[in-house]
């Protein structure tokens, strides 16, 4: 990929180009090689004049909070997108309709909501991603996903084309849309329902309880690495885990890559694990889980490689 024309690029708002840009400390893991190009993109112009300069000469991955992402350690053959600043706002438009930037954090979508005695944002508090990744994996934590609040999105495609899409035209699904892989989400619009902000400030302090109480926290983790086997039986995928290994056994087996004590759905970098190591682990799971119960897991979190 001939890469002389992008180095030359000017941008308006302070947007950054780099090449050969570590992605280990921009994903919650703190894993990855680097990647050929990165732009880090503080305005809708600037991202613009970049995808039109760019023109789909490679394939394009873009990063939220880097929460549910697992990067190889060799060379992502590709461009990392993260929006900056300017993707970063959040308005009320009337009593219970608001729109946010698709690189603002899930929990502060949350406390906005509260603030302005909105009610039905309070499942986000416990979601550790951006809004722009919740739209795309339809996120969701304590009977609530994006789908139940979601009036509409804002995206750009890889050719620099500007759309709103209509919740009515996404098919939600449990931990996936049919929203296309070439969309860069800019926004989203939401609605609640206005209620008492003592109220929902109870409830968010309720869902933070019981997270604290059930996952491990301030390690280096993604979240939830299986989603739950909904259409095959009705355990939770820990369960599946707990019944399938023993998890004392398996950390042992992939140096620093671990289950996690708390909640064996999260796979934790005790260390410095290495992708492979994670991959291993992942496979391993799936493996076992599969000849004990007969069920395929499939991933919540993305392989990015």
Aim: proline content about 1%.
């Amino acid at each position: 990929m001939k890469l002389d024309d992008l180095e030359k690029i000017e941008f308006y708002d302070n947007s950054r180009l780099n090449f050969d840009h570590d992605l280990s400390r921009l994903n919650w893991f703190n894993i990855g090689g680097k990647t050929k190009i990165f732009l880090y993109a503080n305005s809708l112009k600037d991202l613009s004049i970049f995808l039109n300069k760019f023109n789909n000469r490679g394939k394009i991955f873009v990063l939220g909070a880097g929460s549910n992402t697992l990067f190889d350690d060799e060379t992502f053959e590709g461009t990392i997108i993260k929006l900056g600043k300017n993707f970063n706002n959040i308005s009320l438009l009337k009593d219970n309709l608001i729109i946010s930037g698709s690189s603002c954090l899930d929990r502060k979508l949350s406390e906005f909501a509260m603030i302005n005695h909105i009610e039905g944002f309070e499942f986000l508090s416990c979601i550790p991603g951006s809004v722009g990744g919740g739209i795309r994996m339809n996120a969701g934590c304590y009977g609530r996903e994006f789908k139940d609040i979601i009036v509409s999105v804002q995206a750009i495609d890889f050719k620099g084309r500007v759309l709103t899409i209509s919740s009515s035209e996404i098919n939600f699904k449990y931990r996936s849309t049919n929203l296309s892989e070439n969309l860069i989400y800019l926004s989203g619009t939401f609605k609640g329902k206005l209620s008492k902000k003592e109220k929902i400030k109870k409830k968010i302090d309720e869902l933070k309880s019981k997270k604290e109480i059930s996952q491990p926290l301030k390690v280096k983790t993604s979240g939830s690495t299986f989603k739950n086997p909904i259409n095959q039986t009705n355990k939770k995928v820990w369960e599946l885990i707990r019944e399938s290994i023993d998890i004392n056994q398996v950390n042992k087996m992939f140096g620093d890559a671990k289950l996690s004590d708390k909640h064996c759905n999260f796979l934790i970098n005790t260390q410095k694990a290495s992708s492979k190591d994670m991959k291993n682990l992942i496979n391993f799971v799936k493996e076992n889980v599969y000849k004990k119960t007969g069920i395929k897991l499939e991933l919540e979190i993305i392989l990015a490689s």
